[in-house]
Each structure stands twice: as C-alpha cells, then as structure tokens.
C-alpha cells in the first residue's frame, strides 16, 4: 500500500514536471536583464530613462495612442522593464506602428496621439502625411493634441521638415534623453546603427554630442573618472566636447551665484572662490578611468568572421542580433514545434544574462560549444535520474525536488533551444565554403596578396556584402590597393558584376579609408604613379611593409597555437586573430595604464592619442589646452607637466603661452614654435608582450587587489561600434587575475562587418535590373537557416512580451 502511494506520488510529480516544460515552451519573450551583479548601479541608467519617459507621458491628461518608432520597440524593453502594463497605468490606451502614410481609424478616440521616435529625417514625412490625414478628419483642435517626442534630442533638422510639411503649427514637439541602455551588466549601448557612417562620412556631430552627454550622464551619477584617455579623432572630439560641456555649465552656474558679476552687483558681496583642480572635482568617484577609442583606428576587426557562440548568431542568422534578442524560428526555439514542418513563425529570443546557460557559452569558441553543452546535458540528466531512481525517497525530498522543478525544466529548455541554435550553426561553421573563407581572411592578414581570388569570386557574383568586406580587409591590411591599375580594374569589375548603382558605395568606401588606393612611397617620390608598384601588385608579390603589418609584428596579433578548448589569448575569438583594439587596451592597462606602452606603433593609428588626469586642472584650464589643435598627444601631468599660470575668469585677456601646456610627444612637422618636448623612454620591444602572454601562472601583482570588487573600474568607450568578438575578448582579459582593472563596456552601437558596410551603401534604384540579376544578400555568410529578415524588438513584441 505504502510502495503504491510512493508511485502515485511519483507519477503526480511526472506529471508536474510535463506541465511546467509544456509551459515554459510557450512562454516566449523579451526580458530585460538583471542588473543585480553589475560593477555600477546600472539600475540607476535604467530608472532614470524609465522616469523621464513616464513624466513626458503624465504631461497630457486623458487616453494617449503612443506611434512607435518600430525600432524603438526593442529598445522600450529595456527602458520599461514592467512593459505595456506601466504605460496603461499612465493612459497609454492604443499602440500602433509608424508605417505608411495613414495611422487608422479607432474604435474610441483617444485624447492625444503621441509619436514616440527616433530623431531620424526619413521619419518626418511619414509623420507628416498622418497628421495632414488627422487635421482632414477633423481630429486637432484649438488645444494641441498630436505631440512627438524625440529621441534621444530634438534637432533642427527635424523640425526644419515638419515646418517645410507645413504641420508644425499642429504638433508639440519634446525630446526623451534615453542615451545608454542596459544591454548587460557590463555592457552600454547608445544603440546608433549608423553611427560610424555619421561621424565619418556626413560628418553629422550628433552621434559625438549624444556619446559626449551620455558619458556626462554617467559621470554624474556615478563621479568623474581620474584619467582621460582617447585614441583617433573621434575619440579626442569627445572627450573635448565632454571638457567644454562642463565647462559651460560651471560658467552657467557661476553666473547664477554672481561669481561673474561686477563687483558693485555681485549677490551679497560674493566673490569668485578661487579656481583649483580639488574646487572643481570633488566628489569622491566609482570610477577610475576611461578610454575613448575610436572605430576608425580598428576597422580590420569587424571585418574578420568570428567565430564565438554570440558573435556567430549574429553574424550567420538574418537580421543578427538587436537589442540583446535575435529572431528566431519557432520550431528551433520550441522543441515541439520542430515536430511540424509547416511551422515557419519566427519568435524573438533574448541573449542576456537572465538565461545563466546562456552565460557560460556566449563568448565560448565554436569547437568548445559541444563538449561543454554535452557537459551540462549529463547534469540535467542526472539530476532527473537521481530522483526516478530513488525509489525509496521521503516525502521532505520529494518536497524539495518539487520545488527544483521550475529551474530545471527552465534550464533544459534554455539546453534544447542552444543545442538547436549550435545545430544550425555548425552545419555552416563545418561546410567547405566557411573554412575556405576562414583561410581566405587568415593569408590576407599574414599580407598575403589575394587579388586574383577576388576577381573570381566578383566574376562569379558572390554575395555582395561578402566580398566587400573580403575587398576591404585587403585593403586594410595592406594600407590600400597597391597600384592605381589594379585599384581601378578591381572597381570596374564590381560595377559589371553587380551594377552601376555600386558606384556611390564604392565612393563613401573610399571616404571612409575601408577601400581605398594605396599612396607608395616611390610613386609619392616620382610624383606619379609608380609602374613599379603596379608590376607587384598584378604580380601578388607582398612587399609587407603596411601600417597593419608594423601592428601585427609588434602587438602579436597573429597567434598560431590557439587551444579553442582552453584558450590562453584573446585571439580564440577568431582562432589565431587578436582584435587590435583588445590588444591596445590590454597592453596598456598591463603597463602602467598609459599610451607610452605601446608608444612605438602609436605613429601607426589613426589619429591623435591624448592623455591626461582630469583632478590635475581646472575645467578652464582644460578648455583652453584643447583649443591648441597642434597638440596631439597629451602626456599625464604626474610625470611631465611645465607649470600653468591660471588664467583669468571669462572675459578677461590673459592667455596660456603655448610653451606653458602640456607637452606632446609628437608636434605637426609645420609647427612654428618648434618647442621642446620632453622625450619618452625608449620603445617597449617584444619582451612586454610575451612576459605577459606567459604570465599564465595566477601569481598576482602586489599592487593588484586579491579581491575582484577592489579592482578600480575602467569604462572603455567604443565610438563608431563594437562587435561581438571584441566584447568577448573584453571579458577574457578582464577576468584574468593579473590584469589591474575591472572593465565596463561603453559603446554607440554593436556591430559586425556587414552592418558598418550597410551603414555605408549609398542607395540607387537600378528600374532597369534584370529579375536574374544577383541580389544584394544582407547575411555575410549563407547558412542553412530561414526565416524573414524582420526587424527584432518591434512593437508587437514588446507588449505581447509584457501581457
């Protein structure tokens, strides 16, 4: 009797756990991830946003329709965690989508339609057209009831079109500051697709103001880091606008005590306190530096397929990852569906922290994923089996494993669909046509010339983002097409393949130095083109001796003995190529946290290296010292400082003398003054890099914290994008007991090779295209998967995702 209620009691927690499976394959969505563990109460970003956008939403009374940006939607799950259930409670009754010209009718009217977008131009007429259809219907009256809020700032621009619309006297127009979203526990993203393309092709400085205010933002909550230190144009741009936005607000706030007034007017007789680096700096900070570097000094890194579980699904499946969620088809995220063919629904799953299997595998390279995904199977299992096999178990243990069932049935769903995921992900990482280009991109970065093979692969009309990327890692690695000839050949023969409206593409490549001509310095010496140079380059014979080159040499970003299954360098992301960027900022982290570590390839990147301790001046004095355009590379005060005399408040004549800044290591050949500049040690040799790929042994550095929470925080700050191989990278080195700094990611967006090429293809419409003609194919590799390219994050799934 006893041995029958026991089974009984079996059979009733059998029966529990088929429930909880079968609902948890139905319970789908995009959550946002916990912040709980970050270095920074990122919380703080999160409320903030989520604050801002329900005080703009209370400003009119009654029932709203919120028009959404479809973008946006993706990104509202990160701002509005609770979902469409929070802005019901503040009147948002009706949600629709921004698309075409007519909104709809409604069922009940609401008070207000709200449009909540993106501050982009091509959004503005669609907007516009609805509204021209609102005011026909009779929907405006005296009081304003159509409103658009802005993200993340309003601009001219945009205002400029709805007054051309002429709809501007019907709407109200605000802005929402979302700038950094959560993506991670140690990631930021402004989430700007095209950010690269807007700060080095339109020359548009929206993205450098949005990146400036939201790194202010940071530094508001969370104190103002030590050290400032930046790499590229962008980069110094930056941290410029980020010296001169302070320094604006200190005179405002100056103003309103009366420090600036005369005296006779000055509030209570106040005087000016006196100006000094401790006066302006005083809070006690979280973090400790940051580095702001920019895309274009790394552009062969997004070039290069990679070859993590992350950076693979957003690189092999249409339209990537977005907004930490991929689209997906249902029959690979429910196991039940695979069952039925017929299924071709795609569901959005989100890639975050939340899913902690997720966790262990996303930076994992491909050839581990198996064996490790193996390992977790027999731990599910086992943990099954221990309790099927007990027969004898008390009702206290049957208690206590019903109370497991939840997280286990979670985790075999989190097992299954990974397992599902990594199956569609070999069947290509395994095929002929991903290894051959695996070793296509490895000779081209050991400066192997592969003219010959891309003219074939462009005869044949390969997909065209494939080989424009193949075109500009070539490029890249080799500080341009070698020889005018061969340039131009290779661009003729892509506008037969793939037709005349590739022309402005090839052009903004050109602008962007993704594919450009090579300057040689024998055509250079001649004043023309070098014939010479043309023989080598249609003879593929490598010269090597390119700026990559001196970097790949010296920075060992090639490594050949990569151990996938136990790496001990960053360059298993690609196995064998290290990310230039990763390498930058682990050299000098390693090394005293200053750009004299690698001070013998600086002269090797795009533009100027600046560094410099915020607490060591005032922010006049640091708003006079960067409108010295000549000084390219600030050296930390600590070590090299001439004295500077403090100027006078605003409006007064005195001036810091050029030679009283701070000294640079490198002056423009053309500099009158011709100063002297205090001279570095003598460049680190190759010795640096290999101490430190050999200091594998766990012993720590005395002044490095035992403890991982004492490490200072540093904030590296990707201007133009970063991929997915470089956020991995990131982590690896950071988790390395020997390395001094705790690491936040800060970026514009995330990125692959395809998305920054897209970002730059200048749109013709070819009427006259043949219905044969080769397609322009988004996906940079093609892999046996379906499913249509739609966007991730959209409004449907950001509240079915909530309800």
Same mark, same amino acid.
């Given at each position: /009797?006893?041995?029958?209620? /026991?089974?009984?009691?079996?059979?009733?927690?059998?029966?529990?756990?088929?429930?909880? /499976?079968?609902?948890?394959?139905?319970?789908?969505?995009?959550?946002?991830?916990?912040?709980?563990?970050?270095?920074?109460?990122?919380?703080?970003?999160?409320?903030?946003?989520?604050?801002?956008?329900?005080? +703009?939403?209370? $400003?009119?009374?009654?029932?709203?329709?919120?028009?959404?940006?479809?973008?946006?939607? @993706?990104?509202?799950?990160?701002?509005?965690?609770?979902?469409?259930?929070?802005?019901?409670? !503040?009147?948002?009754?009706?949600?629709?989508?921004?698309?075409?010209?007519?909104? @709809? @009718?409604?069922?009940?009217?609401?008070?207000?339609?709200?449009?909540?977008?993106?501050?982009?131009?091509?959004? /503005?007429?669609?907007?516009?057209?609805?509204?021209?259809?609102?005011? $026909?219907?009779?929907?405006?009256?005296?009081?304003?009831?159509? !409103?658009?809020?802005?993200?993340?700032?309003?601009?001219?621009?945009?205002?400029?079109?709805?007054?051309?619309?002429?709809?501007?006297?019907?709407?109200?127009?605000?802005?929402?500051?979302?700038?950094?979203?959560?993506?991670?526990?140690?990631?930021?993203?402004?989430?700007?697709?095209?950010?690269?393309?807007?700060?080095?092709?339109?020359?548009?400085?929206?993205?450098?103001?949005?990146?400036?205010?939201?790194?202010?933002?940071?530094? *508001?909550?969370?104190?103002?880091?030590?050290?400032?230190?930046?790499?590229?144009?962008?980069?110094?741009?930056?941290?410029?606008?980020?010296?001169?936005?302070?320094?604006?607000?200190?005179?405002?706030?100056?103003?309103?005590?009366?420090?600036?007034?005369?005296?006779?007017?000055?509030?209570?007789?106040?005087?000016?306190?006196?100006?000094?680096?401790?006066?302006?700096?005083?809070?006690?900070?979280?973090?400790?530096?940051?580095?702001?570097?920019?895309?274009?000094?790394?552009?062969?890194?997004?070039?290069?397929?990679?070859?993590?579980?992350?950076?693979?699904?957003?690189?092999?499946?249409?339209?990537?990852?977005?907004?930490?969620?991929? %689209?997906?088809?249902?029959?690979?995220?429910?196991?039940?569906?695979?069952?039925?063919?017929?299924?071709?629904?795609?569901?959005?799953?989100?890639?975050?922290?939340?899913?902690?299997?997720?966790?262990?595998?996303?930076?994992?390279? +491909?050839?581990?994923?198996?064996? !490790?995904?193996?390992?977790?199977?027999?731990?599910?299992?086992?943990?099954?089996?221990?309790?099927?096999?007990?027969?004898?178990?008390?009702?206290?243990?049957?208690?206590?494993?019903?109370?497991?069932?939840?997280?286990?049935?979670? %985790?075999?769903?989190?097992?299954?669909?990974?397992?599902?995921?990594?199956?569609?992900? &070999?069947?290509?990482?395994?095929?002929?046509?991903?290894?051959?280009?695996?070793?296509?991109? $490895?000779?081209?970065?050991? @400066?192997?010339?592969?003219?010959?093979?891309?003219?074939? $692969?462009?005869?044949?009309?390969?997909?065209?983002?494939?080989?424009?990327?193949?075109?500009?890692?070539?490029?890249?690695?080799?500080?341009?097409?070698?020889?005018?000839?061969?340039?131009?050949?290779?661009?003729?023969?892509?506008?037969?393949?793939?037709?005349?409206?590739?022309?402005?593409?090839? !052009?903004?490549?050109?602008?962007?130095?993704?594919?450009?001509?090579? %300057?040689?310095?024998?055509?250079?010496?001649?004043?023309?083109?070098?014939?010479?140079?043309?023989?080598?380059?249609?003879?593929?014979?490598?010269?090597?001796?390119?700026?990559?080159?001196?970097?790949?040499?010296?920075?060992?970003?090639?490594?050949?003995?990569?151990?996938?299954? *136990?790496?001990?360098?960053?360059?298993?992301?690609?196995?064998?190529?290290?990310?230039?960027?990763?390498?930058?900022?682990?050299?000098?982290?390693?090394?005293?946290?200053?750009?004299?570590?690698?001070?013998?390839?600086?002269?090797?990147?795009?533009?100027?290296?600046?560094?410099?301790?915020?607490?060591?001046?005032?922010?006049?004095?640091?708003?006079?010292?960067?409108?010295?355009?000549?000084? &390219?590379?600030?050296?930390?005060?600590?070590?090299?400082?001439?004295?500077?005399?403090?100027? #006078?408040?605003?409006?007064?004549?005195? #001036?810091?003398?050029?030679?009283?800044?701070?000294?640079?290591?490198?002056?423009?050949?053309?500099?009158?003054?011709?100063?002297?500049?205090?001279?570095?040690?003598?460049?680190?040799?190759?010795?640096?890099?290999?101490?430190?790929?050999?200091?594998?042994?766990?012993?720590?550095?005395?002044?490095?914290?035992?403890?991982?929470?004492?490490?200072?925080?540093?904030?590296?700050?990707?201007?133009?994008?970063?991929?997915?191989?470089?956020?991995?990278?990131?982590?690896? +080195?950071?988790?390395?007991?020997?390395?001094?700094?705790?690491?936040?990611?800060?970026?514009?967006?995330?990125? *692959?090779?395809?998305?920054?090429?897209?970002?730059?293809?200048?749109?013709?419409? *070819?009427?006259?295209?043949?219905?044969?003609?080769?397609?322009?194919?988004?996906?940079?590799?093609?892999?046996?998967?379906?499913?249509?390219?739609?966007?991730?994050?959209?409004?449907?799934?950001?509240?079915?995702?909530?309800?």
């Amino acid at each position: /009797m006893e041995q029958q209620k /026991m089974a009984d009691v079996h059979g009733a927690v059998e029966k529990a756990m088929a429930g909880a /499976m079968k609902s948890t394959s139905k319970n789908v969505g995009i959550k946002a991830c916990k912040l709980d563990e970050a270095y920074l109460d990122l919380e703080l970003i999160r409320n903030d946003n989520r604050t801002e956008l329900i005080e +703009i939403l209370d $400003r009119w009374p009654g029932s709203k329709c919120l028009v959404l940006d479809a973008a946006l939607g @993706g990104r509202l799950n990160h701002v509005v965690v609770e979902g469409a259930r929070l802005l019901r409670e !503040h009147g948002v009754t009706t949600f629709r989508e921004l698309r075409g010209d007519d909104l @709809g @009718g409604f069922e009940d009217e609401p008070a207000h339609i709200v449009y909540l977008v993106r501050a982009l131009p091509e959004l /503005m007429r669609p907007i516009a057209q609805q509204v021209k259809g609102l005011v $026909r219907s009779g929907f405006t009256t005296d009081e304003k009831r159509l !409103h658009i809020v802005l993200l993340p700032r309003r601009t001219f621009v945009c205002s400029k079109i709805l007054e051309t619309e002429m709809v501007l006297p019907f709407l109200d127009i605000t802005e929402l500051c979302v700038d950094f979203i959560a993506l991670e526990k140690d990631v930021l993203s402004l989430e700007i697709d095209s950010s690269f393309a807007e700060i080095k092709l339109s020359g548009d400085p929206k993205s450098l103001d949005t990146a400036a205010l939201a790194y202010i933002k940071l530094e *508001n909550l969370f104190g103002r880091a030590r050290t400032i230190r930046s790499l590229g144009p962008a980069g110094r741009a930056v941290a410029e606008r980020i010296a001169r936005y302070r320094r604006k607000a200190q005179i405002s706030a100056k103003k309103e005590r009366g420090d600036y007034a005369p005296a006779s007017q000055r509030i209570f007789g106040s005087k000016p306190p006196p100006s000094s680096p401790q006066s302006d700096w005083p809070e006690k900070s979280h973090i400790d530096s940051v580095v702001f570097f920019d895309r274009e000094c790394d552009l062969i890194t997004p070039m290069i397929t990679p070859l993590t579980y992350e950076g693979l699904i957003d690189e092999l499946f249409p339209g990537g990852i977005k907004n930490a969620a991929v %689209k997906l088809s249902e029959a690979i995220v429910n196991s039940d569906e695979k069952k039925k063919s017929s299924s071709k629904q795609n569901v959005s799953l989100a890639l975050n922290s939340n899913d902690s299997l997720f966790t262990e595998i996303r930076n994992l390279n +491909i050839e581990r994923l198996g064996q !490790h995904l193996g390992e977790r199977a027999k731990q599910i299992r086992g943990q099954y089996d221990s309790f099927r096999n007990n027969k004898d178990a008390s009702i206290t243990q049957i208690h206590e494993f019903v109370k497991q069932i939840p997280g286990l049935t979670q %985790k075999y769903k989190s097992l299954q669909t990974h397992i599902n995921i990594v199956e569609q992900l &070999k069947a290509t990482t395994d095929g002929s046509y991903f290894r051959e280009r695996w070793n296509f991109e $490895r000779s081209i970065l050991e @400066g192997e010339l592969v003219y010959d093979s891309l003219e074939e $692969r462009i005869a044949k009309s390969e997909p065209l983002l494939q080989v424009l990327r193949l075109l500009c890692l070539q490029a890249l690695a080799q500080g341009g097409v070698r020889g005018i000839t061969k340039f131009d050949a290779l661009r003729r023969a892509l506008l037969h393949s793939y037709g005349f409206e590739l022309l402005g593409t090839l !052009h903004q490549l050109e602008i962007t130095h993704l594919f450009t001509k090579r %300057k040689d310095v024998l055509s250079s010496a001649m004043g023309g083109v070098s014939s010479i140079s043309n023989v080598i380059a249609s003879s593929g014979l490598a010269t090597d001796n390119s700026s990559f080159a001196t970097l790949r040499k010296h920075l060992k970003l090639i490594v050949d003995d990569v151990d996938p299954q *136990n790496p001990q360098d960053i360059a298993y992301v690609s196995s064998g190529y290290a990310p230039l960027s990763v390498r930058i900022i682990q050299l000098t982290a390693m090394h005293g946290n200053s750009w004299r570590a690698i001070s013998n390839v600086l002269s090797h990147l795009s533009g100027p290296a600046l560094q410099y301790n915020q607490t060591d001046y005032t922010l006049e004095e640091l708003d006079t010292l960067y409108r010295n355009k000549s000084l &390219k590379f600030f050296i930390d005060p600590e070590t090299c400082r001439a004295p500077l005399n403090t100027p #006078t408040l605003v409006g007064g004549s005195n #001036t810091i003398d050029d030679e009283l800044l701070l000294a640079a290591t490198s002056i423009p050949a053309d500099n009158p003054s011709n100063q002297v500049i205090p001279s570095l040690p003598p460049p680190p040799t190759n010795d640096m890099l290999l101490a430190l790929q050999a200091d594998q042994d766990n012993v720590k550095s005395p002044h490095i914290p035992a403890d991982e929470s004492q490490k200072p925080l540093q904030i590296v700050y990707f201007l133009g994008g970063i991929t997915y191989a470089e956020i991995a990278a990131i982590r690896f +080195i950071a988790k390395q007991p020997n390395f001094p700094f705790r690491l936040l990611i800060a970026t514009t967006g995330i990125i *692959n090779g395809s998305s920054l090429i897209k970002s730059l293809i200048f749109p013709i419409t *070819n009427k006259l295209k043949r219905p044969d003609s080769p397609a322009d194919e988004s996906s940079s590799l093609p892999p046996p998967m379906s499913g249509g390219r739609v966007a991730v994050g959209t409004l449907g799934a950001f509240v079915s995702s909530s309800l």
